[in-house]
Nanobody
Framework: QAQFVESGGGLVQTGGSLRLSCAVSERPYSSHVFGWYRQSPGKEREFVAAIRWSNGRTYYTDSVKGRFTISKDTASYTVYLQMNNLNAEDTAVYYC????????????WGQGVQVTVSS
């Protein structure tokens, strides 16, 4: 099974930026959709952004549109999430996932990476 290793989280002030990386252990298929999800304490895990491996088409939840950008590096099997203008509501553990449709995660998850935005 594929493994996903997230990195790049940390503590940042309101308005700051972070870039998350998700290293995928095996070559993705063109049918795969990679997504970022997040979970805050006491809340369910939610969809943040997704990208189709085949054509790079992207999808975002409304709350991050215009602030977050998902991208991929085909050569290194890595998916990125550039997060700008962060606010306290973005504080969460962020997870990478591979599925077949945007917002529909597959079975396996990475360990997650903590993002904390301080005011």
């Amino acid at each position: 099974q594929a493994q996903f290793v997230e990195s790049g989280g940390g503590l940042v002030q309101t308005g700051g930026s972070l870039r998350l990386s998700c290293a995928v252990s095996e070559r993705p298929y063109s049918s795969h959709v990679f997504g970022w999800y997040r979970q805050s304490p006491g809340k369910e895990r939610e969809f943040v952004a997704a990208i189709r491996w085949s054509n790079g088409r992207t999808y975002y939840t409304d709350s991050v549109k215009g602030r977050f950008t998902i991208s991929k590096d085909t050569a290194s099997y890595t998916v990125y999430l550039q997060m700008n203008n962060l606010n306290a509501e973005d504080t969460a553990v962020y997870y990478c996932n591979r599925g077949k449709n945007p917002g529909a995660p597959g079975r396996y998850w990475g360990q997650g990476v903590q993002v904390t935005v301080s005011s």
